[in-house]
């Protein structure tokens, strides 16, 4: 095999290899996997179920800067079941960890509201625990013109 | 450094009643992801912790990390059951910390 197409496809194979290399080494980011590593982390081994809880992001966001985010979770809260955690993470910002919130049964209604960054286009993930363990999650994905700066600034 | 902060709580409130509280905090949040003109990385900087107490117990608290906007903005609720002081404190890198109060008059 030593036709000129045989050798072009090498070269195109060490390209990309190469190219894969220079992939791995750009700065720290987020993977699905990761976020599934922090979700684990926040919510332990609990069955995480879709549902109960709703997340409100701009589907097309343009500036990756301020993204307003609200999640609001039904719930009677009382003291015998009330929202004990509601969590944001994202798939590809540097970190998967958004914020954390701590409620408790006083809070009345299980909802907050804040303003956070997006690197990129991608899933962001909101997950509650309630006072009996269950989990619930939703997820969005959100397209995003300009991304939050990680780059240098000029 | 003393950091600006707003904080929004209804002056007077019906017993019972659920109230809205927003907050917000001038804050750089810088994230620690990015490098200056030299290349070098700017260390992180930002608030970890928001917590909010009603009359000295906590009903509130919140973990924050680089995602978090400049100038955090959080909105939250609680039930207004007595006439108090709303207690606000947010701590950060670099020894940050930061309170503010509210009063509620609840009828």
Redesign the interface.
Known sequence: MTDPASRMNTTRRAFLAVAGAALLVRPAKATPASMAAAIRQAVGEAHVKPGRIKLNVPPLVENGNVVAVSVSVESPMTEKDYVKTIHIFTEKNPQPNVISFQLNARAGKAEVQTRIRLADTQTVVAICEMSDGSCWSDKVDVVLTLSACLEDPI | MAARTLINVPPKAKRGE??QIKTLISHVME?G?????M?KPIARDIITTFTCA?NG?K????????????N????????A?ESGTLAFQWTGDNGFSQEATAKITVE
């Open positions: 659920v109230i994230n992801f990015r490098h200056d003109n290349g009603y117990e009903i509130f608290e919140a973990a924050l990390y680089p995602a978090i906007s400049a955090p903005f959080i909105t939250f609720y609680t039930v059951t």
